[in-house]
């Protein structure tokens, strides 16, 4: 047998009929293959790369004969070689179609994980807001949430909640209480009442990170006073300069936000300037339509003329919910981009790394450090994280204002909860529908997709509005995540080809 013919034998055994888990990436300067099987991105040749994608996209046979005719006898031997000696050095190219998940903290014992290992929870005070977002999810044109209402969460429905925190997290160190809304400065007695009550019932060896989020236009003086005296991390929403934020940030007679909310995070920034304690200032940033990289520079250059911000300020950019503006406010100019969000980000990331504007590096940090942080194995294992989804009732837990506990604040108002403060967690909902249903009907889905260990889908993409698992709906968005997921891939690549170590700080990055 020919060194041609033993090398296409050796080659159809991996490529013939099912083909192995693995996308070819191709940056500005060089070729690579990411292999799902051990995580690994390897750099190859040119002539490899061709090949490869030729054998991972193709027809066996047909593969090879264009290859052959196009390059030529001996570039194929040379390149097939190369593959067959990678395959056996590396392990790469042998992770066929997934048969099972399994990896992730979710197919452990949920009773014994959820007893000990209880992150954070997150209070939801009020339904009542003092603002009218025009992209904002509680409105009455987003259906699949609540609307908003004057409900509000009782001192006793926040203590049981707490409680449940206290009574689940013993085998935690660190742990968070969250407060959302509506607006939580309107329960602004009750967000002290909780922090003093949490201080109170929890250990001193347990350290406690409280989190409000905010559009700060309610913020007194008094209230930014004990947010940083008690050291918590302060979440402000403010869309960028007056005529961005004001188009859609308004209160129910359509008067603009932008002085109030500037003034609260001018107040809170000086503040914790002057703090020695340990809390942060964050930026919530909603990128609007029209979508546009000029605007993106002018959203940018408000924010880094903003002098009093604090040094450590995060700023983080997202598009608005699907389906959460109403046509009316596109005024003809509709959603279509000229640069992406993360392309902009990218673009302007790519010349300062960590020296980057803040916004910037919200939008790019997170997503690289999944990269660098990611587990490279020395040989593939036949089982896979269940998506990007947390351990329902580990994380984040959304307590509504009448004690429901909620996977997070993102999930459709009907999805199945994940148990009451009163009763606790409802262990058998949680494994029936959020591990085995979810599992079984997602695998087929995902079985063959290159990019089962990256992938970062989450319970939010696949409960419809009727609060149901619909596994339709969460196939439709899977194309946009996995290019995305590639793009990044691409991206990241490209910075340690042009930097390498750059990126090194990235490996201690705290992940959320």
Not at 27 to 37: A, E, F, K, R, V
Request: glycine residues 8%; charged residues 25%; contains cysteine.
């Amino acid at each position: 047998m020919s060194e041609k013919d033993l090398l296409i034998v050796l080659l159809e055994q991996v490529f013939g009929t099912e083909k192995p888990l693995a996308r070819m990436l191709r940056t500005p300067n060089g070729y690579y293959l990411y292999d799902t099987g051990t995580n690994k991105i390897l750099a190859c040749r040119k002539e490899v790369y061709l090949l490869l994608d030729n054998l991972l996209n193709q027809d066996f046979h047909h593969a090879v004969d264009d290859y052959i005719s196009l390059y030529g006898e001996a570039r194929f031997i040379e390149a097939s070689k190369e593959i067959v000696e990678a395959m056996e050095k590396e392990k790469i190219l042998s992770a066929k179609k997934a048969t099972r998940f399994g990896l992730s903290g979710h197919f452990k014992n949920l009773k014994d994980l959820l007893k000990s290992e209880v992150q954070g929870i997150n209070l939801e005070v009020t339904q009542e807001c003092n603002l009218r977002c025009g992209y904002c999810i509680y409105q009455d044109h987003f259906t699949g949430k609540r609307n908003y209402s004057s409900k509000e969460m009782s001192f006793d429905t926040a203590c049981k909640a707490i409680r449940l925190l206290k009574d689940h997290s013993s085998g935690k160190d660190t742990l968070s209480i969250g407060v959302y809304g509506g607006e939580p400065l309107k329960k602004f007695s009750l967000i002290r009442e909780c922090v003093r009550y949490a201080k109170e019932i929890f250990p001193r060896e347990q350290k406690i990170g409280f989190n409000v989020t905010t559009n700060a236009a309610l913020l007194t003086p008094e209230a930014a006073d004990f947010l940083v005296k008690e050291g918590v991390n302060v979440t402000v929403s403010l869309d960028g300069p007056r005529e961005f934020h004001d188009r859609f940030r308004t209160d129910a007679k359509g008067n603009g936000s932008f002085d109030k909310t500037l003034r609260g995070l001018k107040l809170l920034s000086e503040k914790y300037n002057r703090s020695e304690k340990k809390g942060r200032l964050l930026i919530n940033v909603v990128y609007t339509p029209p979508f546009s990289g000029e605007k993106m520079d002018t959203i940018n250059r408000f924010f880094r003329g903003l002098e009093w911000l604090p040094g450590n300020v995060h700023i983080i950019s997202s598009y608005p919910a699907d389906n959460s503006i109403p046509p009316g406010y596109t005024h003809g100019d509709g959603a279509e981009e000229d640069e992406p969000l993360f392309d902009w980000a990218f673009k302007n990331y790519r010349t300062g790394f960590e020296k980057s504007d803040a916004l910037v590096k919200g939008q790019i940090e997170e997503r690289f450090a999944k990269f660098i942080q990611r587990p490279v194995l020395s040989e593939p294992v036949d089982r896979y994280m269940l998506n990007g989804c947390c351990v329902p009732g580990q994380k984040k837990n959304y307590i509504t204002a009448d004690g429901y506990i909620q996977v997070c604040e993102k999930m459709p108002g009907n999805s199945p909860p994940l148990g009451h403060v009163d009763t606790g967690f409802d262990y058998e909902t949680i494994e029936r529908i959020y591990i085995r249903e979810y599992a079984q009907k997602s695998l087929p889905v995902c079985a063959g997709c290159w990019g089962l260990r990256l992938c970062d889908v989450c319970y939010l993409y696949v409960f419809n509005e009727k609060g149901q698992l619909d596994i339709d709906k969460k196939s439709r968005h899977c194309a946009s995540v996995m290019a995305h997921v590639e793009q990044s891939l691409c991206h990241f690549v490209t910075l340690l080809e042009e930097n390498p170590g750059k990126l090194d700080y990235l490996k201690h990055f705290n992940i959320k």
